[in-house]
C-alpha cells in the first residue's frame, strides 16, 4: 500500500482554522477507513508518538473523534471519495503539529490507537499555531 499524501498546513494565529487534505488513490478500496494522526511540536521528545486525531468510513462517511477534539474538528471526504478533509477549528498552539493520514481496515477507536500498526506513513502536513 502506498502512502497518502497529505496537504494543507500552514501557519494560523491561535483561534484561526485550518483545513487539511488527504490524497486517497483509487488503488485504495472503499472499504478502508482514513484516519488523521498527529505528532505535536510541543510533547517531550521521548512522548513523540502519534496521537490518533479522526476517522472516517468511507462507505457511509461516518466520522469518529478523539474525545478531546470534538466540537473543533470535522472530517469528511468529497463525493469522489477521492479526498478525505480535516477541519480544524479554534486552534491552539498545543495543536501544532506534523499530520498525517492513513488508510486501514478499521473504524472508531481502535483506528486511532496503536499506530506502529500502520506500515506506510507519507510526509505529513505541518501546521503551526502561534499567538
Known amino acids: 500500500q502506498v502512502p497518502l499524501v497529505e496537504s494543507g498546513g500552514g501557519s494560523v494565529q491561535v483561534g484561526g482554522s485550518l483545513r487539511l487534505s488527504c490524497a486517497v488513490p483509487e488503488s485504495i478500496n472503499d472499504r478502508y477507513c482514513i484516519s488523521w494522526f498527529r505528532q505535536l511540536t510541543f510533547r517531550r521528545l521521548r512522548e513523540k508518538e502519534r496521537?490518533?486525531?479522526?476517522?472516517?468510513?468511507?462507505?457511509?462517511?461516518?466520522?469518529y473523534y478523539r474525545d478531546s477534539l470534538k466540537g473543533r474538528f470535522t472530517i469528511s471526504q468529497d463525493n469522489n471519495k477521492s479526498t478525505v478533509f480535516l477541519q480544524m477549528n479554534d486552534l491552539n498552539e498545543e495543536d501544532s503539529g506534523v499530520y498525517y493520514c492513513v488508510a486501514g481496515p478499521h473504524w472508531g477507536v481502535t483506528a486511532l490507537r496503536s499506530p506502529s500498526k500502520y506500515g506506510h506513513w507519507g510526509q505529513g502536513t505541518k501546521g503551526t499555531v502561534s499567538s
Open positions: 496521537e490518533g486525531v479522526a476517522n472516517i468510513d468511507r462507505r457511509g462517511g461516518a466520522g
